[in-house]
């Protein structure tokens, strides 16, 4: 798969795109990430790439016409996405969907936001990654770089939707523990050494279930696999 980011940071990305799972999924060739410096295609012997807001009001705007030469630069710009905190909520499905493409471009949005026209003649959609606002694209641009990298199989060594991935099934993650039994005085539960592969079966539902009910209800109320009736009766 072909990642393209396009930012007037890239040196930004250095350290995560080399390290642990990123990095080796580049090197194993899952993955090529290609980063792309808007500066390089700002206006006159200044590189512009902003300008003020017509219309009037405070911060700078990106202009069109660097982003557009960026684009048209790529070799393959693929599925276009513009990071933005006005944009639709990156979560799970959005990054399964992308894994599945050969090609995707994350235009990094900054100061006060991109000209429509970019969006309007470039964009496939608009990401956030949460209801608040960041210095800039460059952050949401690794994330969903790094969420989308994960489920490219091969990637993590072993077929990732077979996995407990929290979120996959619409649940969060069960506690895990490992050594040593007892650690300040707190003790593994007892069931998760007793070797009964069912009973820890059941054991990580029911605290996948609790964790889920207190911090986000609002997951259990989404359509998805997980079946509460069968929890109550396997707790009978
Ligand atoms: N740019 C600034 N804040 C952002 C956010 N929350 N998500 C995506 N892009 C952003």
């Known amino acids: ?32 990430i290609h980063l792309k410096d808007l500066r390089e295609f700002g206006i006159g012997s ?5 300008d003020a807001p017509f219309g009037g009001g ?18 393959q710009a693929g599925h276009v996405i ?20 050969k090609a995707i471009t994350i235009i990094c949005g900054h100061y006060e936001g991109i000209d429509e026209r970019i969006t309007e003649l470039f964009a496939d959609e608009e990401l956030s990654i949460g209801d608040y606002v960041l210095t ?11 969420a989308v990298t994960r489920l490219i199989p091969g990637v ?15 649940m969060l993650e069960h506690p895990h523990y490992t050594r040593p ?5 707190i003790v593994v539960p007892e069931v998760l050494l007793s070797g009964n592969h069912e009973e820890i079966r059941i054991w990580r539902k029911k605290m996948a279930f609790q964790k889920t009910r207190s911090v986000r209800p609002d997951m259990l109320l989404r359509e998805n696999d997980f079946d509460t009736d069968n929890l109550d009766r396997e707790e009978e």
Request: glycine residues 12%; aromatic residues 6%; neutral net charge.
């Open 58 to 75: 405070g911060g700078m705007i990106l202009k069109p016409e660097p982003i557009a030469a960026a684009l048209e630069d790529l070799g």
């Open 46 to 50: 200044h590189k512009v790439v902003d």
């Open 136 to 146: 800039g694209g460059e952050i949401p641009a690794m994330v969903i770089a790094d």
């Open 156 to 170: 993590l060594g072993k077929d990732t939707l077979e996995t407990g991935d929290s979120h996959y099934k619409g």
């Open 1 to 32: 798969m072909l990642i393209n980011i396009i930012t007037l940071f890239p040196e930004m990305f250095a350290g995560v795109l080399q390290q642990s799972i990123l990095g080796r999924a580049r090197q194993g060739n899952y993955v090529e």
């Open 181 to 185: 039994r007892e650690f300040r005085g």
């Open 82 to 101: 513009i990071t933005t905190p006005r944009g639709k909520h990156f979560q799970h499905p959005d990054a399964v969907r992308l894994s599945r493409m």
